[in-house]
Structures are given as structure tokens and as C-alpha cells.
């Protein structure tokens, strides 16, 4: 039975509106500003938020979340049980100053006899949140903000602090005194805080720099300041509890009550709480806690690039971290518009999460291999 005529007519004229719309379209985009991302590697079988590293069951593993009344911790319920990972959330009391710093110090000050305790191996104290008993001495504390997206967790695991205690590499920090948990360099490191900063010093001059020469000597690191204090930021770092033991409870009682005096003097907590970020690791182990940020991810965390990719894996972020920003600002000038610039955000951090992928795919293996 033969076709409609206005049927086949419509047939007829198909590829005659094709080209026209292929021209029209290509008169309005004329090309694409930005290169074509990578090719995303294969997706490697490895899932996020699993570790790479093998499980410590028998090392003690507590958490200490600093909070507000408002922090959502619902997240806390996501972290899997084979993580052997006690944890509590301490809220600022009323008065509190230095932010997380005031809330770490009392922790320390109050839980320091406990610690005496889990250090010598008395198993007959619980841990302080779920009565989870350990058969191990001593053990690793982990201090950090309760709340678990924010910019200063690690990119490479979605700024998300679950993911990092997933997949961090606790046989490593077990044997470390202090660990930071961020692996990003910046703000720190190599060279940020100069107590005694000089007209030609390289800038920018951080915040709350122009307190730490005094603070030096007043919290009793000795009579002068070094020229250079170098830390990644931000408070949010592993301590073993021997790396606690080493100092007498009364230093954590003269650094609490160093925030108590600076805040009746006028001191913001912002910035008495800067002072202790970037002295944490002075106070454990007097030593600069400035790790290659290649270095921190592969050992770390398990996400280890071959020769030639972290490069590149940092350069698409980067170009990426910019697009980002131009559609923050609103500025698709020579553009199609917000939409073509999300979707090549989204397909260049398709290919970031990829290569990440394949990192921790290497790390594996490595692990397997008794290389890392």
C-alpha cells in the first residue's frame, strides 16, 4: 500500500532540514572554546570509601569530632564497622575559645589518665563513646572537624572526611607519631608562617602570623621562634597516643589556658585557633609535618599515580578548579551558555575521578606486592 503523499513529501525532505539545522547550529556555536577533555581510563573495580590497605582489628582507633550545636553529623552512621573506628562528638561549650583548638585540649586534659591506662595496656577501661573494648595498647586518636564535606578535606576524596578515614592507611599512621589527614600542601606549606617576617619576605602574609613569635615562648617552645613554621592546615590530623604520653598533662593545661588569657586580652578565637593549627605538630613532635602532596595521596591513601600522571592529574584540576570559577562568577562570555560550561566541568571531573581511580587500582597492587 503506497504512502500518503504529504508522508512521503515529509520523507522526502528530511535531509534537506538536517543540513539546515547542522548549518544554523554551527552558524550559532561556531566551535568549542575549551580542548576535549582525556579519554576517561577504564573504570577500575576498586570502590571508593574502600581501603586498599589491609584491616587493624586490633588496633585501637578513636575519633574526636569538634562540633557545634547546629553541625549535621548524621554521617557518622556511614562509617562501616569494619573500620574498628570509635568516635564521639564534642560540642563547644559555652565560653569556648580557639574554636577546635579549645576543644581538642579538653579532650587531652580530661582522657589523659585514660590514656596512661590504654598506653600500658590495661584492657579493662573502655573507649569513651561505644564501650567498644581493644586489645591493643596505646592506639591512634584522630582529631578533626564534625562536619564531613568542606574545602580543606582532601579533593581527591570529594572534600569529604568520610572517605578519608575509609581509606586511610592506619598500619602507616599506627607507626607515626603525627599524620595530617590533608594531603594539598596549600596553605602551609613549605614555607607559610615567618614569626619574623621582613619587609622582603615573599608574600601573602597569612592571618594571625603577627601572634606566633610571642605565642613561641609563651606557650614554652623555647626563648625564639624559628624564622619559618611550616604545617599543612587545616586541625585535622592523626596522633598516636605515645606521641600524647610525651608531654606532662600540665602542657595541655598551660596551652588551654594560653587560649582562656589571649581571649580576655581581645584575641579572636579565629585567630588564637590559627596559632594552635599550625603548632600542633611542634607540640607532638617538634619536627615540620610538610608532606609531598604526590607522596601523601600514594602513601597515605592508597592513590598512586605511574611516571607522568599526577601531572597530568593536576593540571586538568586545575583547569578545571578555573572553569569552575568562571561559572561561579557567571561568565560565559563566547559561550553557548551555563549549560555548556557544567557539562564540561562534569566530563572533565568524570576523567579526574577516573585516573583517581586507577591510582588506587595501582596502590592495590603495590600493597599486594609489599611495595607500599
Given amino acids: 500500500m503506497?504512502?500518503?503523499?504529504?508522508?512521503?513529501?515529509?520523507?522526502?525532505?528530511?535531509?534537506?532540514?538536517?543540513?539546515?539545522?547542522?548549518?544554523?547550529?554551527?552558524l550559532r556555536y561556531p566551535s568549542n572554546p575549551f580542548?576535549?577533555?582525556?579519554?576517561?581510563?577504564?573504570?577500575?573495580?576498586?570502590?571508593?570509601?574502600?581501603?586498599?590497605?589491609?584491616?587493624?582489628?586490633?588496633?585501637?582507633?578513636?575519633?574526636?569530632?569538634?562540633?557545634?550545636?547546629?553541625?549535621?553529623?548524621?554521617?557518622?552512621?556511614?562509617?562501616?564497622?569494619?573500620l574498628g573506628l570509635t568516635s564521639e562528638i564534642r560540642i563547644a561549650p559555652e565560653g569556648n575559645n580557639g574554636n577546635e583548638a579549645g576543644i581538642y585540649?579538653?579532650?587531652?586534659?580530661?582522657?589523659?589518665?585514660?590514656?596512661?591506662?590504654?598506653?600500658?595496656?590495661?584492657?579493662?577501661?573502655?573507649?569513651?563513646?561505644?564501650?567498644?573494648?581493644?586489645?591493643?595498647?596505646g592506639g591512634v586518636l584522630i582529631f578533626a572537624h564534625a562536619h564531613d564535606q568542606s574545602w580543606h578535606n582532601n579533593d581527591f576524596q570529594f572534600h569529604t572526611l568520610e572517605v578519608s578515614l575509609r581509606e586511610l592507611n592506619y598500619p602507616l599512621i599506627s607507626t607515626r607519631a603525627f599524620t595530617n589527614l590533608r594531603c594539598d600542601p596549600s596553605p602551609g606549606c613549605p614555607a607559610w608562617i615567618r614569626p619574623h617576617r621582613r619587609d622582603s619576605d615573599p608574600g601573602p602574609v597569612p592571618e594571625a602570623e603577627q601572634f606566633f613569635a610571642e605565642a613561641w615562648?609563651?606557650?614554652?617552645l623555647g626563648a625564639r621562634a624559628p624564622d619559618v613554621i611550616s604545617a599543612t592546615c587545616c586541625a585535622q590530623f592523626a596522633v598516636s597516643v605515645k606521641a600524647v604520653l610525651r608531654n606532662r598533662k600540665e602542657v595541655y593545661?598551660?596551652?588551654?589556658?594560653w587560649l582562656d588569657e589571649k581571649a580576655a586580652l581581645g584575641m579572636e578565637d579565629k585567630d588564637s585557633g590559627r596559632v594552635m593549627e599550625y603548632l600542633w605538630h611542634v607540640l607532638f613532635t617538634g619536627e615540620k609535618a610538610c608532606v609531598d602532596h604526590e607522596v601523601c595521596m600514594c602513601r597515605h591513601y592508597g592513590a598512586c599515580f605511574d611516571e607522568g600522571g599526577w601531572?597530568?592529574?593536576?593540571?586538568?584540576?586545575?583547569?578545571?578548579?578555573?572553569?569552575?570559577?568562571?561559572?561561579?562568577?557567571?561568565d560565559t562570555e563566547g559561550l553557548p551558555g551555563q549549560g555548556f560550561l557544567k557539562r564540561e566541568i562534569e566530563k572533565r571531573e568524570g576523567v579526574l575521578r577516573g585516573w583517581?581511580?586507577?591510582?588506587?587500582?595501582r596502590g592495590r597492587k603495590l600493597v599486594a606486592e609489599g611495595k607500599l
Fill in 105 to 137: 585540649l579538653d579532650w587531652l586534659i580530661s582522657h589523659y589518665d585514660l590514656l596512661e591506662r590504654w598506653q600500658h595496656g590495661d584492657h579493662s577501661s573502655d573507649t569513651p563513646s561505644r564501650g567498644k573494648k581493644s586489645y591493643n595498647p
Fill in 2 to 26: 503506497p504512502l500518503p503523499r504529504p508522508l512521503r513529501r515529509l520523507i522526502l525532505a528530511l535531509p534537506l532540514l538536517w543540513t539546515v539545522y547542522l548549518i544554523v547550529h554551527f
Fill in 217 to 220: 615562648k609563651e606557650l614554652g
Fill in 35 to 82: 580542548p576535549a577533555p582525556p579519554k576517561s581510563p577504564t573504570t577500575a573495580p576498586l570502590l571508593r570509601g574502600q581501603s586498599v590497605f589491609p584491616p587493624t582489628p586490633r588496633l585501637r582507633k578513636h575519633l574526636i569530632l569538634a562540633a557545634t550545636n547546629d553541625t549535621d553529623t548524621q554521617w557518622l552512621q556511614f562509617l562501616p564497622h569494619w
Fill in 356 to 361: 583517581i581511580d586507577e591510582a588506587r587500582e
Fill in 253 to 257: 593545661e598551660k596551652w588551654r589556658r
Fill in 311 to 330: 601531572e597530568k592529574w593536576k593540571g586538568l584540576r586545575s583547569e578545571t578548579a578555573m572553569m569552575q570559577e568562571q561559572l561561579k562568577r557567571g
